[in-house]
DNA sequence: CCTACGATCTGCT
DNA sequence: GCAGATCGTAGGG
């Protein structure tokens, strides 16, 4: 029985919370026809309002980033250096900008097809240690941008993995120092001794 | 219109 | 450890 989470999950208003709590969530999608799904196991957290690391900050409303502004559970996807798709999830009220970042999964179902995406022959950890190879594991593009995760392509369940709040290690985000101090908050978090973690 | 650059990844040293 | 790939976005003229 599938236990999608439910948009009050991502309604609430901590992000840093909820970037905690989905380590050991499992991530599916349903893409060109093929099922695929993966356990979450780093994340990072991104504030809208006061954190410099986010796109949204202070209030920036542009093309991109009018996503963050929509409701929370739906997908941020965008493009990185030209080549690499993000998925982020939003969070907290809508209009707020929050968002979380998905950064590392270890793949459960369909792994041969996220092998096969990823041009790979074997099942090993970098199918999917990072943010720019889950998303082409999993078949997410910026073409899924807006999709609602409380719909039948991409969504979050809960399958009762219990992950005890000290198997998860906090520590700073990757890739932001350009965010002066918001560079050091400890804002990324992931499993302890997963080989899945990036790097 | 034009330019600079990024929430990354890969391959080479 | 470091440079290069590669292109949409944002900001300036």
Known sequence: MIKKIPRSFYERDDVVSISKELVGKVLCTNVDGVSTSAMIVETEAYNGRTDRACHAYPDVRTKRTETLYLKPGIAYVYLCYGIHHLFNIVTNKEGLADAVLIRAVKPLEGESYMAERRGQEQIKPSISNGPGKLAQALGITTSYDKTDLLGETIWVE??????????????KRIGVEYAGKDADLPWRFTLKNSEWVSR
């Open 158 to 171: 809960d399958r009762g993995i219990k992950v005890p709040l000290d198997a998860i290690k906090a520590g």
